[in-house]
Structure formats: C-alpha cells, structure tokens
C-alpha cells in the first residue's frame, strides 16, 4: 500500500500557453537596470529551457511525470500571509511553482525557492 501523501485540487480554465517570443512579464527599466530581485526572477523563469533544467533538478520525480497537458503555474514575490494568514516568516517566497497535470493543481508538490542576488 503506498503510504505517500496526494493533495490535488480541481482549477479553473487555465490560463492562455506562451509561446516563445510572447509578452509574458513587464519590469520597469529602472529595476531591470539595478539587477533587483524582481528582474532577476522575470528573466530566469522566462528562459523557459534554464527554468526547466534547474526545475527537472530540484523535482525529477514530478517533472518526469508530467506529460502533456501539464506544466507549472509559477508566481513571483508571493506573499506569505495570501497562503496562510498566519505565516508572517518570510516575508514573501519569491518563486513559487505549482504543478498541474490536465486540470489538477497537484498542492502537494509546490516548490518555494528563495532566490539571491549575490
């Protein structure tokens, strides 16, 4: 009997796929300039193919698995308190990835990544 834990979760109507070359997010020149955290995360994850490298690794075992029809819905600068309005640490989680498979968010296997400029 396989005692691991499944959390899924029924969404909505996806949202449109990007193709390559697509407006996917708008940063102000003046943050892009200065190399702030924001930047930094618009310009990794629309580099789909670095994205997907560095995510394969970090989640080889749900990245395997998703065919297509599944993908991950990806959200920058989350703040804590909108995933539990009891969690003030940390402040915000600055990449949060949530898989879905057809139209199932599978909860139970979110990655949060704190990213750094160093």
Not at 54 to 69: H, I, P, T
């Amino acid at each position: 009997m396989d005692d691991s834990y499944q959390y899924e979760m029924r969404q909505g109507e996806r949202p449109r796929f990007l193709d390559d070359g697509d407006k996917a997010v708008l940063v102000d020149r003046r943050e892009y300039r200065l190399n702030a955290e924001r930047a930094l995360i618009a310009q990794f994850v629309c580099q789909r193919r670095l994205f997907g490298m560095v995510y394969s690794r970090l989640c080889r075992e749900v990245f395997d698995s998703l065919k297509e029809g599944g993908g991950v819905f990806l959200g920058g600068l989350v703040p804590s308190e909108k995933l539990s309005p009891n969690l003030k640490y940390p402040g915000d989680i600055d990449l949060l990835a949530i898989p879905y498979q057809d139209n199932k968010l599978l909860v139970d296997k979110t990655l949060g990544v704190e990213i750094k400029i160093i």
